[in-house]
């Protein structure tokens, strides 16, 4: 079992930038890849970015693509979502999932945290 922690959300400006932080326990953590998605309001949940267990290989989607940055500390069981050059269309509940398989569907994650809310203000 894996238990995952997402932390780091809030109200930023359009342009701003945070930085999403998911702790994990559980020692399987580093042998899953993981995962970023966002429910914005009123819509469905959505892929954002996923990464390899060893951290190697990201994947994201079109929309975040030179402005966020996934990356994970295996060490230290944590997942991070980088943020920047924010937009009023990125906000939403942002959750953090983990393994089975790598890939960008909700279906290969088995693991997901209680999420947590970004705004951006324009």
């Known amino acids: 079992q894996v238990q995952l922690a997402e932390s780091g959300g809030g109200l930023v400006q359009a342009g701003g930038s945070l930085r999403l932080s998911c702790a994990a326990s559980g020692r399987t953590f580093s042998s899953y890849p993981a995962g970023w998605f966002r429910q914005p309001p009123g819509k469905e949940r959505e892929f954002v970015a996923t990464?390899?267990?060893?951290?190697?290989?990201?994947k994201y989607t079109e929309s975040v693509k030179g402005r966020f940055t996934i990356s994970r500390d295996n060490a230290k069981n944590t997942v991070y979502l980088q943020m920047n050059s924010l937009k009023p269309e990125d906000t939403a509940v942002y959750y953090c999932a983990a393994g089975p398989n790598f890939g960008w569907v909700a279906r290969d994650f088995d693991f997901w945290g209680q999420g947590t809310q970004v705004t951006v203000s324009s």
């Open positions: 990464i390899d267990s060893a951290g190697y290989i990201t």
